[in-house]
C-alpha cells in the first residue's frame, strides 16, 4: 500500500524584509561655493569689467556637470590645490591672452580672464574627455578649442621660461 503524500505545511507568511538601503549620496556641489573659490585666484582671473561674459553660469554648469559624483566631496580644495599648483601657468595665460590683449582681439579666446576657467582648465586636466563630451552637447566647440591650446601654450611657456633660468644658473 502507498503511504498518502503528506503536503508540508505551508510556511508561516513572512514580514516584508526591510528595504536595503541604497548607495549613499554623494554630496553636491554648491556652484556659488565653487565659483568663490575660483575668485580667490585673482592670477587666473581678469577684472570683472574686462569678463567676456559678466554671467559666465552657463560655463560653470557645464563643468561641473563634468565632475563625478565620486569628486563631488572635496572637489572645492582639489580646486584650491589646482590654482596653486598651476599658479605660473595661469599668470602666463591671462598675461598673454587676457581681453583685450592681441590674441583675444579677434574674438578668440574669450574664455580666458573669466572666473569661470579655472574649474574648466581643472577639469581639462583631470577628465579632458568626459569635459568635452559635456561641452559639446551645451556651448560651442570653438571657445574649448581655444582655451585648449592658449593652456598648452601657457604651458610650454612657462615651462621655457623655467628651463631658460635653470640654463642660465647651471
Known amino acids: ?12 507568511p513572512q514580514e516584508s524584509p526591510e528595504p ?3 548607495p549613499a ?11 568663490a573659490t575660483a575668485e580667490r585666484f585673482p592670477w587666473a582671473t581678469a577684472a570683472p569689467g574686462e569678463q567676456h561674459w559678466p554671467d559666465g553660469g552657463d560655463l560653470l554648469d557645464v563643468a561641473l556637470s563634468a565632475v563625478r559624483p565620486e569628486e563631488h566631496e ?5 580646486l584650491e590645490a589646482f590654482g596653486e599648483q598651476h599658479r605660473a601657468r595661469l599668470q602666463e595665460l591671462l598675461r598673454t591672452h587676457r581681453p583685450g590683449s592681441r590674441p583675444a582681439s ?12 579655472l574649474v574648466i582648465l581643472e577639469r581639462m586636466e583631470a577628465v579632458p574627455m568626459l569635459l568635452r563630451g559635456q561641452w559639446e552637447k551645451e556651448l560651442k566647440d570653438v571657445f574649448l578649442a581655444d582655451l585648449e591650446f592658449a593652456w598648452g601654450r601657457a604651458s610650454a611657456s612657462a615651462g621655457s621660461s623655467q628651463d631658460d633660468q635653470r640654463g642660465r644658473t647651471g
Open 25 to 35: 549620496t554623494e554630496p553636491m556641489l554648491d556652484a556659488k561655493a565653487v565659483l
Open 20 to 22: 536595503e538601503p541604497g
Open 74 to 78: 572635496g572637489y572645492i580644495e582639489r
Open 1 to 12: 500500500m502507498v503511504a498518502p503524500l503528506q503536503q508540508p505545511a505551508s510556511p508561516a
Open 106 to 117: 579677434h574674438g578668440r579666446y574669450a574664455l580666458i580672464g573669466q572666473t569661470e576657467t
